[in-house]
């Protein structure tokens, strides 16, 4: 990295530039959760593991997801 500080060419300024618009820009983009109940006024999360299921490796997998106010947030699957 430090190379590059050094010895900058046309080509890493016009990225950085591209970065930095794309960064300015995405700030003000963002996703809105929306409270529909008390009920929903919580952070959950479901996991599905399954044990020594690769039959070659023995090794275990799970699937997970976590919901907010109702609306997944994160999830994983193998």
Known sequence: ?????ENTALVHWQTLKLVLR??????????????ESQEEDTLEGYVDP?????????????????????SSISWKTN
């Open 50 to 70: 399954e044990y020594a299921r690769n039959v070659d490796t023995r090794k275990s997998l799970s699937d997970f997801v976590f919901t907010l106010y109702g």
């Open 22 to 35: 794309y960064l300015n820009v995405s700030m003000k983009i963002g996703l809105k959760y929306i409270r």
């Open 1 to 5: 990295m430090s190379q590059l500080i």
